[in-house]
Nanobody, 124 residues
Framework: QLQASGGGLVQPGGSLRLSCTAS????????VAWFRQAPNQDRNFVAA????????YYADSVKGRFTISRDNAWTTVYLQMDSLRPDDTAIYYC???????????????????WGQGTQVTVSS
């Protein structure tokens, strides 16, 4: 079971760090991704680690502002969000699956295991 946390209210230009943990397991050898869903919109890809952990991927809209990282034990994956903008407002979800290959990393339908989501609101 995945647990996402760290959301909140922040002013434009501010920062937040989201965390995703998996109870009773690690993320080793699994793709791990962050998606987000704004009101009345589809759930969209934000960032991901490949199964090997050697590669990271970002949506164009967050590249240069968001950073996905992990702890050395592969128990927690983070999403550092800087220079936040109002259009970053959404519920952020983490997802994982050991079967996801690089070509499917950006597709939400490829992931079987999801966290409950954490709300991020960027507003002055």
């Amino acid at each position: 079971q995945l647990q996402a946390s760290g959301g909140g209210l922040v002013q434009p230009g501010g920062s937040l760090r989201l965390s995703c943990t998996a109870s009773g397991r690690t993320f080793r050898s699994s793709a791990v991704a962050w998606f987000r869903q704004a009101p009345n919109q589809d759930r969209n890809f934000v960032a991901a680690f490949s199964r090997t952990g050697g590669y990271t991927y970002y949506a164009d809209s967050v590249k240069g502002r968001f950073t996905i990282s992990r702890d050395n034990a592969w128990t927690t994956v983070y999403l550092q969000m800087d220079s936040l903008r109002p259009d970053d407002t959404a519920i952020y979800y983490c997802a994982t699956d050991p079967s996801v290959i690089s070509s499917s990393l950006r597709s939400q339908s490829a992931y079987r295991y999801w966290g409950q989501g954490t709300q991020v609101t960027v507003s002055s």
